[in-house]
Protein backbone atom coordinates (compact mmCIF):
# COMPACT_ATOMS: atom_id res chain seq x y z
CA UNK A 1 0.00 0.00 0.00
CA UNK A 2 2.91 2.45 0.75
CA UNK A 3 4.63 1.80 -2.18
CA UNK A 4 1.09 2.10 -4.66
CA UNK A 5 0.80 5.49 -2.56
CA UNK A 6 4.07 6.76 -2.86
CA UNK A 7 4.01 5.60 -6.96
CA UNK A 8 1.00 7.56 -7.50
CA UNK A 9 2.45 10.35 -5.85
CA UNK A 10 5.51 10.38 -7.61
CA UNK A 11 3.13 10.01 -11.13
CA UNK A 12 1.51 13.51 -9.99
CA UNK A 13 4.49 15.12 -9.52
CA UNK A 14 5.70 14.34 -12.59
CA UNK A 15 3.37 15.37 -14.28
CA UNK A 16 3.16 19.37 -12.83
CA UNK A 17 6.73 19.36 -13.20
CA UNK A 18 6.94 18.75 -8.51
CA UNK A 19 8.88 16.91 -6.67
CA UNK A 20 7.61 15.09 -3.52
CA UNK A 21 8.36 16.13 -0.10
CA UNK A 22 8.61 14.13 3.74
CA UNK A 23 6.11 15.79 5.95
CA UNK A 24 8.46 16.44 8.78
CA UNK A 25 10.94 17.90 6.72
CA UNK A 26 8.53 20.11 4.70
CA UNK A 27 7.88 21.41 8.14
CA UNK A 28 10.92 22.93 8.71
CA UNK A 29 11.06 24.05 4.84
CA UNK A 30 8.09 25.78 4.95
CA UNK A 31 9.01 28.03 8.06
CA UNK A 32 11.89 28.53 5.91
CA UNK A 33 10.10 29.88 2.74
CA UNK A 34 11.70 29.20 0.89
CA UNK A 35 12.54 25.72 2.16
CA UNK A 36 16.34 24.76 2.81
CA UNK A 37 15.56 20.66 1.92
CA UNK A 38 12.73 18.46 1.17
CA UNK A 39 12.65 14.64 0.02
CA UNK A 40 11.75 13.30 -3.24
CA UNK A 41 11.35 9.64 -4.20
CA UNK A 42 14.55 8.45 -6.56
CA UNK A 43 12.67 6.54 -9.27
CA UNK A 44 15.59 4.56 -10.25
CA UNK A 45 15.26 2.38 -7.22
CA UNK A 46 12.95 -1.26 -7.82
CA UNK A 47 10.73 0.51 -4.46
CA UNK A 48 10.77 4.02 -4.46
CA UNK A 49 12.71 5.14 -1.35
CA UNK A 50 12.97 9.22 -0.36
CA UNK A 51 16.60 10.83 -0.60
CA UNK A 52 17.04 14.13 0.32
CA UNK A 53 17.64 17.10 -2.14
CA UNK A 54 17.86 20.72 -2.29
CA UNK A 55 14.15 22.32 -2.77
CA UNK A 56 14.30 25.90 -2.54
CA UNK A 57 12.48 28.83 -3.57
CA UNK A 58 8.82 27.59 -2.90
CA UNK A 59 6.00 29.88 -1.45
CA UNK A 60 4.75 28.29 1.88
CA UNK A 61 1.55 28.97 0.57
CA UNK A 62 1.40 27.17 -2.69
CA UNK A 63 3.11 24.14 -0.97
CA UNK A 64 0.51 23.97 1.83
CA UNK A 65 -2.51 23.77 -0.78
CA UNK A 66 -0.38 20.94 -2.41
CA UNK A 67 -0.86 18.30 0.27
CA UNK A 68 -1.09 14.88 -1.08
CA UNK A 69 -3.56 12.29 1.14
CA UNK A 70 -3.28 11.23 4.77
CA UNK A 71 0.19 9.27 3.82
CA UNK A 72 2.50 12.69 5.10
CA UNK A 73 3.69 14.24 1.62
CA UNK A 74 3.71 17.45 0.20
CA UNK A 75 4.79 18.67 -3.71
CA UNK A 76 6.93 20.96 -3.58
CA UNK A 77 8.44 23.28 -6.87
CA UNK A 78 11.90 21.36 -8.61
CA UNK A 79 14.95 23.22 -7.07
CA UNK A 80 16.13 26.60 -9.34
CA UNK A 81 19.40 26.55 -10.87
CA UNK A 82 22.52 27.15 -8.98
CA UNK A 83 23.26 30.17 -11.21
CA UNK A 84 20.59 32.01 -9.95
CA UNK A 85 21.14 31.23 -6.43
CA UNK A 86 24.69 32.13 -6.64
CA UNK A 87 23.96 35.47 -8.11
CA UNK A 88 21.92 36.28 -5.19
CA UNK A 89 24.93 35.04 -2.58
CA UNK A 90 27.54 37.35 -4.74
CA UNK A 91 25.12 40.73 -4.45
CA UNK A 92 24.23 39.80 -0.80
CA UNK A 93 27.67 39.60 0.10
CA UNK A 94 28.64 42.60 -2.04
CA UNK A 95 26.43 44.94 0.87
CA UNK A 96 28.50 44.00 3.47
CA UNK A 97 31.78 45.18 4.16
CA UNK A 98 33.76 42.78 6.29
CA UNK A 99 32.35 39.41 6.33
CA UNK A 100 34.38 37.41 9.60
CA UNK A 101 34.73 33.66 10.60
CA UNK A 102 34.80 32.83 14.17
CA UNK A 103 36.75 29.22 14.29
CA UNK A 104 38.37 27.31 16.75
CA UNK A 105 40.10 23.68 16.76
CA UNK A 106 38.21 22.07 19.44
CA UNK A 107 34.80 22.65 21.46
CA UNK A 108 34.35 24.40 24.90
CA UNK A 109 36.46 27.33 23.98
CA UNK A 110 34.00 29.97 24.24
CA UNK A 111 34.02 30.49 20.78
CA UNK A 112 30.36 31.45 20.56
CA UNK A 113 30.46 33.64 23.80
CA UNK A 114 33.46 35.50 22.03
CA UNK A 115 31.34 35.91 18.75
CA UNK A 116 28.42 37.37 20.24
CA UNK A 117 30.23 39.34 22.91
CA UNK A 118 32.20 40.91 19.45
CA UNK A 119 28.84 41.03 17.36
CA UNK A 120 27.30 43.68 20.22
CA UNK A 121 30.09 45.20 21.13
CA UNK A 122 30.25 46.12 17.06
CA UNK A 123 26.41 47.12 17.26
CA UNK A 124 27.02 49.22 20.32
CA UNK A 125 29.71 51.30 18.88
CA UNK A 126 26.80 52.10 16.13
CA UNK A 127 28.24 49.71 13.42
CA UNK A 128 25.36 47.97 11.29
CA UNK A 129 25.91 44.49 12.06
CA UNK A 130 24.79 40.32 11.62
CA UNK A 131 25.65 37.64 13.29
CA UNK A 132 24.86 34.43 11.47
CA UNK A 133 24.90 30.55 13.32
CA UNK A 134 26.71 27.95 11.29
CA UNK A 135 26.39 25.76 14.17
CA UNK A 136 23.71 23.70 13.09
CA UNK A 137 23.57 20.86 15.50
CA UNK A 138 24.47 23.19 18.55
CA UNK A 139 23.62 26.63 18.16
CA UNK A 140 23.47 28.35 20.98
CA UNK A 141 23.29 32.34 19.21
CA UNK A 142 19.58 32.54 20.18
CA UNK A 143 19.68 31.16 23.74
CA UNK A 144 22.98 34.11 24.85
CA UNK A 145 21.02 36.81 22.60
CA UNK A 146 17.57 36.13 24.86
CA UNK A 147 15.49 35.98 21.30
CA UNK A 148 15.07 31.62 21.44
CA UNK A 149 11.58 31.28 21.53
CA UNK A 150 11.48 33.99 18.54
CA UNK A 151 11.33 32.77 14.80
CA UNK A 152 12.41 34.16 11.41
CA UNK A 153 10.00 35.15 9.22
CA UNK A 154 9.56 35.45 5.21
CA UNK A 155 8.72 38.06 2.56
CA UNK A 156 6.25 37.62 -0.43
CA UNK A 157 9.15 36.93 -2.92
CA UNK A 158 10.68 34.53 -0.37
CA UNK A 159 13.53 35.98 1.13
CA UNK A 160 14.39 35.15 4.58
CA UNK A 161 14.04 38.20 7.05
CA UNK A 162 16.92 38.36 9.99
CA UNK A 163 15.78 38.47 13.53
CA UNK A 164 16.55 42.39 14.47
CA UNK A 165 17.90 42.06 17.97
CA UNK A 166 18.60 45.72 18.02
CA UNK A 167 18.00 48.41 15.44
CA UNK A 168 21.42 47.74 13.83
CA UNK A 169 21.85 43.76 15.00
CA UNK A 170 20.50 40.86 12.89
CA UNK A 171 20.78 37.92 13.97
CA UNK A 172 19.88 34.45 11.72
CA UNK A 173 20.15 30.56 13.29
CA UNK A 174 18.58 27.43 12.84
CA UNK A 175 17.64 27.61 16.10
CA UNK A 176 14.65 30.10 14.99
CA UNK A 177 13.26 27.74 12.84
CA UNK A 178 13.15 24.43 13.57
CA UNK A 179 9.90 23.70 16.01
CA UNK A 180 11.55 22.44 19.38
CA UNK A 181 15.34 23.23 21.08
CA UNK A 182 15.27 19.66 21.64
CA UNK A 183 14.82 18.58 18.30
CA UNK A 184 18.19 17.34 16.57
CA UNK A 185 19.52 18.62 13.27
CA UNK A 186 20.95 14.70 11.96
CA UNK A 187 22.01 15.99 8.53
CA UNK A 188 25.73 15.35 6.66
CA UNK A 189 27.47 17.44 4.85
CA UNK A 190 25.19 18.03 1.91
CA UNK A 191 22.43 19.13 3.76
CA UNK A 192 24.48 21.74 5.33
CA UNK A 193 25.86 22.95 2.93
CA UNK A 194 22.57 23.47 1.39
CA UNK A 195 22.00 25.05 4.55
CA UNK A 196 24.69 27.62 4.72
CA UNK A 197 24.41 28.77 1.69
CA UNK A 198 20.82 29.35 1.75
CA UNK A 199 21.49 31.36 4.95
CA UNK A 200 24.35 33.44 2.71
CA UNK A 201 22.19 33.77 -0.26
CA UNK A 202 18.32 34.16 0.26
CA UNK A 203 18.78 35.80 3.75
CA UNK A 204 17.74 39.45 3.42
CA UNK A 205 20.90 40.80 5.51
CA UNK A 206 21.00 44.46 3.29
CA UNK A 207 24.03 46.86 4.35
CA UNK A 208 25.97 45.57 6.87
CA UNK A 209 29.46 47.14 8.01
CA UNK A 210 30.26 43.64 9.51
CA UNK A 211 28.74 39.66 9.76
CA UNK A 212 29.82 37.90 12.44
CA UNK A 213 29.85 33.99 11.59
CA UNK A 214 30.15 31.65 14.22
CA UNK A 215 31.09 27.95 13.18
CA UNK A 216 31.04 24.76 15.11
CA UNK A 217 34.48 23.43 16.44
CA UNK A 218 36.73 22.13 14.15
CA UNK A 219 37.89 22.68 10.54
CA UNK A 220 34.71 20.26 8.95
CA UNK A 221 32.15 20.98 6.37
CA UNK A 222 30.56 24.39 7.79
CA UNK A 223 33.48 26.49 8.49
CA UNK A 224 35.08 25.17 4.73
CA UNK A 225 31.59 26.21 3.13
CA UNK A 226 31.72 29.60 3.94
CA UNK A 227 35.55 29.86 3.46
CA UNK A 228 34.38 28.32 -0.49
CA UNK A 229 31.55 30.19 -0.67
CA UNK A 230 32.38 33.79 0.20
CA UNK A 231 33.74 35.57 -1.93
CA UNK A 232 36.84 38.01 -0.72
CA UNK A 233 36.03 36.55 2.90
CA UNK A 234 37.39 39.25 5.52
CA UNK A 235 39.48 36.84 8.02
CA UNK A 236 39.37 34.46 10.19
CA UNK A 237 39.46 35.03 14.56
CA UNK A 238 41.34 31.75 16.49
CA UNK A 239 39.53 31.14 19.60
CA UNK A 240 41.56 29.00 22.19
CA UNK A 241 42.31 28.15 25.76
CA UNK A 242 45.85 28.65 27.27
CA UNK A 243 45.92 24.92 27.68
CA UNK A 244 48.44 22.34 25.25
CA UNK A 245 45.70 20.20 24.28
CA UNK A 246 43.63 23.12 23.26
CA UNK A 247 46.71 25.00 21.53
CA UNK A 248 47.19 22.02 19.51
CA UNK A 249 44.18 22.07 18.08
CA UNK A 250 44.11 25.92 17.41
CA UNK A 251 47.03 25.51 15.50
CA UNK A 252 44.64 23.41 12.92
CA UNK A 253 42.73 25.92 12.54
CA UNK A 254 44.99 28.84 11.97
CA UNK A 255 46.04 26.17 9.00
CA UNK A 256 43.10 25.64 8.21
CA UNK A 257 42.96 29.45 7.42
CA UNK A 258 45.83 29.59 5.61
CA UNK A 259 44.53 26.67 3.31
CA UNK A 260 41.51 28.70 2.40
CA UNK A 261 43.61 31.80 1.53
CA UNK A 262 41.66 33.36 4.43
CA UNK A 263 43.76 36.29 6.17
CA UNK A 264 44.09 35.44 9.74
CA UNK A 265 42.80 38.05 12.03
CA UNK A 266 44.08 37.10 14.89
CA UNK A 267 43.87 34.86 17.90
CA UNK A 268 42.01 35.25 20.90
CA UNK A 269 43.18 33.36 24.17
CA UNK A 270 39.91 32.78 25.92
CA UNK A 271 39.55 31.81 29.50
CA UNK A 272 42.57 32.83 30.61
CA UNK A 273 42.93 33.15 34.56
CA UNK A 274 40.37 33.92 36.99
CA UNK A 275 40.36 36.25 38.76
CA UNK A 276 39.47 35.91 42.63
CA UNK A 277 35.69 37.19 43.38
CA UNK A 278 37.35 37.94 47.37
CA UNK A 279 40.79 38.28 47.10
CA UNK A 280 41.14 39.40 43.68
CA UNK A 281 44.67 37.35 42.85
CA UNK A 282 44.52 36.21 39.48
CA UNK A 283 44.45 32.16 39.11
CA UNK A 284 45.76 30.32 36.35
CA UNK A 285 43.25 27.38 35.78
CA UNK A 286 44.08 26.45 32.62
CA UNK A 287 47.89 27.92 32.44
CA UNK A 288 47.72 31.33 30.69
CA UNK A 289 49.97 32.67 27.72
CA UNK A 290 49.95 29.48 25.73
CA UNK A 291 47.76 31.58 23.05
CA UNK A 292 50.20 34.59 22.86
CA UNK A 293 53.08 31.77 22.28
CA UNK A 294 51.28 30.11 19.62
CA UNK A 295 50.49 33.19 17.68
CA UNK A 296 53.88 33.90 18.04
CA UNK A 297 55.00 30.67 16.59
CA UNK A 298 52.88 30.73 13.38
CA UNK A 299 53.43 34.52 13.02
CA UNK A 300 50.02 35.40 13.17
CA UNK A 301 48.43 38.82 15.27
CA UNK A 302 47.41 37.98 18.93
CA UNK A 303 44.22 39.85 20.04
CA UNK A 304 44.21 39.23 23.67
CA UNK A 305 43.72 37.14 26.35
CA UNK A 306 40.25 37.18 28.42
CA UNK A 307 40.24 35.73 31.69
CA UNK A 308 37.15 33.47 32.99
CA UNK A 309 34.49 35.43 34.03
CA UNK A 310 32.04 34.27 36.61
CA UNK A 311 29.43 37.45 35.67
CA UNK A 312 29.82 36.25 31.52
CA UNK A 313 28.49 32.81 32.18
CA UNK A 314 25.95 34.07 34.09
CA UNK A 315 25.22 36.54 31.13
CA UNK A 316 25.44 33.87 28.43
CA UNK A 317 22.40 31.86 30.57
CA UNK A 318 20.34 34.81 30.67
CA UNK A 319 20.54 35.76 27.01
CA UNK A 320 22.02 38.72 28.44
CA UNK A 321 24.90 39.66 26.56
CA UNK A 322 27.91 40.28 28.67
CA UNK A 323 29.20 43.49 26.97
CA UNK A 324 25.40 45.04 27.02
CA UNK A 325 25.29 44.65 31.10
CA UNK A 326 28.84 44.82 31.93
CA UNK A 327 30.49 47.74 30.42
CA UNK A 328 32.39 48.86 33.13
CA UNK A 329 34.02 45.38 34.34
CA UNK A 330 37.42 44.72 33.22
CA UNK A 331 36.59 41.91 31.48
CA UNK A 332 34.80 44.04 29.08
CA UNK A 333 37.40 46.62 28.62
CA UNK A 334 39.05 43.96 27.52
CA UNK A 335 36.60 42.58 24.82
CA UNK A 336 36.98 46.79 23.77
CA UNK A 337 40.67 45.91 23.22
CA UNK A 338 40.43 43.12 21.14
CA UNK A 339 37.77 44.90 19.07
CA UNK A 340 39.45 47.88 18.66
CA UNK A 341 42.43 45.68 16.79
CA UNK A 342 39.82 43.68 14.91
CA UNK A 343 38.99 46.68 13.63
CA UNK A 344 41.93 48.04 12.83
CA UNK A 345 43.40 45.03 10.84
CA UNK A 346 40.47 45.08 9.04
CA UNK A 347 40.61 48.76 7.83
CA UNK A 348 41.67 51.28 10.31
CA UNK A 349 38.92 52.92 9.94
CA UNK A 350 37.03 53.31 13.16
CA UNK A 351 33.84 56.15 11.63
CA UNK A 352 33.57 53.17 8.38
CA UNK A 353 30.02 52.70 7.42
CA UNK A 354 28.45 51.03 4.55
Given amino acids: MERD????????????????????????????????????????QKYP????????????????????????????????????QEKRLKDNMANIHHKILIISGKGGVGKTTVAVNLAYS????????????IDLHGPNIAKMLGIENKKLSATDSGRIEPFEVLPNLKAVTIALIIESPEKPIIWRGPLKGIAIRQFLADVNWGKLDYLIIDSPPGTGDEPLSVGQ???????????????????????????????????????????????????????????????????????????????IEPEMVKAGDSGKPFIHFNQDMET????????????NFLDGDHNHSL
Fill in 49 to 84: TLQVIPAIRCPARSAEQRWSGDKGYFLMQKPERDSE
Fill in 5 to 44: HLVKVQEQAEEEDLVVAEEEWAEIALALAPPVIAFALNAE
Fill in 332 to 343: AKIIKEIEEKII
Fill in 229 to 307: LIPGISGAIIVTTPQDVAILDSTKAVYFAKELKMPVIGLIENMSGLICPYCKKKIDLFKTGGGEKSAADLKVPFLGRIP
Fill in 122 to 133: LALKGYQVGILD
